[in-house]
């Protein structure tokens, strides 16, 4: 009789240990160890280099940072735990309060719900946190400095991915006079070259996670998708922090809020870490903490994919930059790389911009127009779903990539294209929604009212020309 593969490990519990801070460096190490079990214990320790400030912060902003930091410790351990993925989150002494703990908790349970998923894990959905001896997590005495060291109106931070939406995002803080400064996690060529064609001065985190559990995964530990911009996010926010500045400005559309499948009942979202659910917790995490509001949010919550695209096509300053594609993030890729045009991004990306952009651009941008190629087909079908679900990558919903099909099939210019004439007869036209209606179509967002100003400003700049 078969027997089921017995993991690589069994520990019981993953915690978060020691937290180490150098403000005079900038260098932080975080601590984690998985433990119980017939494994023997593991410890891990991740390294970050913050930019150093060119001022000092006072002993508000270090209180601040120092509390950011602390939450941040927790939810970087999301790389770690899955190595075991024990039912067990044991955040020892450190005292958080209920809307971090609610953070903390719908990061392990719903950022992980793909790795659990590709891994047929279902008791990740039900991972449980302990703190110390079983004590209850309590309340802090007093948030840090109460708020009063923080500005809304302050110099923003912008994360840079290279994409689409980030530069959307710089562009309305740079027409609206907002003076902003990029930030980016160990970044390469590709969101060096963006940032240059914006003009902006980049500040940068270096984030090393441990060796060893690169090794472990060589092995057989557990492995898959971690919410690694619920990480970023935190990073963004201390580095703000530290260096004095205003919010940190993301670029998370309302698509990222759609999941890709259901699964035990529950939805699981490839974007999860960006979505309206996740912003709007992290929010109250950092308020209930620091006392503050305004210190995160994304500019483009109320925008879809498609509105996204259009704004973006409003500019041609960063058509040579431009770069969504995951594979050319691969260390042995080429520099030169920017599209790998075998991809579930590079096909939706492609797809999201073709309408409001002609062949000769868009294959400027790209290197080729892959709406001429009929190789493309199975996975432009994926994105229309059709025969499955939508793939794990940050791609919009299944809707639009429908209604932009429908949408080239009306233009001169891709009408003909062989992936749209071969992808029409598929097409559920009763169901796909009408171009103007996705255009037309807002979500709640979490922005102050002037930065929404700001983003409806470019908006009219962009549908005018």
């Known amino acids: ?231 970023n996010s935190l990073l963004a926010v201390a580095t703000s922090i530290l260096h004095g500045l205003g919010p940190v400005v993301m670029s998370n559309e309302s698509s990222a809020s759609a999941p890709n499948l259901y699964w035990q009942g529950e939805p699981v979202n490839h974007q999860w870490s960006k979505s309206a659910d996740a912003e709007q917790a992290l929010q109250a995490a950092l308020a209930s903490r620091l006392g503050v509001s305004g210190l995160y949010f994304s500019l483009l919550r109320h925008l879809n994919e498609m509105q996204i695209a259009r704004l973006f096509a409003g500019t041609t300053g960063y058509d040579g930059v431009l770069t969504s594609c995951n594979n050319a993030y691969t260390i042995d890729r080429p520099a030169t790389l920017r599209w790998c045009g075998d991809c579930p991004k590079c096909r939706f990306v492609f797809l999201a911009l073709a309408p409001f952009a002609g062949v000769q651009r868009m294959v400027g941008i790209f290197g080729a127009n892959l709406l001429a190629d009929e190789s493309q087909l199975p996975g432009y079908r994926v994105l229309l779903g059709i025969g499955g679900y939508k793939p794990f990558e940050c791609v919009g919903e299944i809707s639009e990539s429908q209604a932009a099909v429908a949408r080239l099939a009306e233009l001169p210019a891709w009408r003909d294209a062989v992936v749209i004439q071969r992808l029409l007869p598929d097409l559920d036209r009763a169901a796909t929604p009408a171009w103007s209606d996705v255009l037309d179509r807002h979500a709640a967002g979490y922005a102050p009212d002037d930065f929404v100003a700001a983003m409806e400003s470019l908006a009219g700049a962009a549908v005018s020309r």
């Open 1 to 231: 009789m078969d027997r089921e593969p017995q993991p690589l490990l069994d520990h019981a519990v993953f915690s978060p240990t020691d937290l180490h801070v150098d403000l005079a460096s900038g260098e932080v190490a975080l601590g984690y160890r998985l433990s119980g079990g017939s494994t023997s214990e593991i410890s891990f320790t991740e390294r970050l280099r913050f930019p150093l400030p060119a001022r000092e912060p006072d002993e508000q902003r270090r209180q601040a940072f120092g509390a950011v930091l602390r939450l941040l410790h927790a939810v970087a351990g999301v790389s770690y735990f899955k190595a075991a993925a024990p039912p067990v989150v044991d955040l020892g002494s450190t005292r958080f309060t209920a809307a971090e703990l609610a953070y903390l908790e719908a990061v392990y349970r719903h950022g992980l719900r793909e790795f659990a998923y590709t891994n047929d894990l279902p008791a990740v959905l039900h991972t449980r946190f302990a703190a110390g001896s079983g004590h209850p997590l309590t309340e802090p005495d007093a948030a840090a400095g109460a708020g009063a060291w923080y500005s809304v109106t302050d110099r923003p931070l912008v994360p840079c991915g290279g994409g689409k939406d980030s530069i959307v995002s710089t562009e309305a803080m740079i027409s609206s006079g907002r003076n902003p400064i990029a930030f980016a996690v160990n970044p390469n060529h590709i969101i060096e070259g963006v940032v240059a064609a914006s003009g902006l001065e980049l500040l940068a985190v270096r984030r090393t996670l441990d060796r060893q559990l690169f090794e472990l995964n060589r092995q057989g530990a557990y492995n898959g998708h971690v919410p690694v911009t619920a990480v």
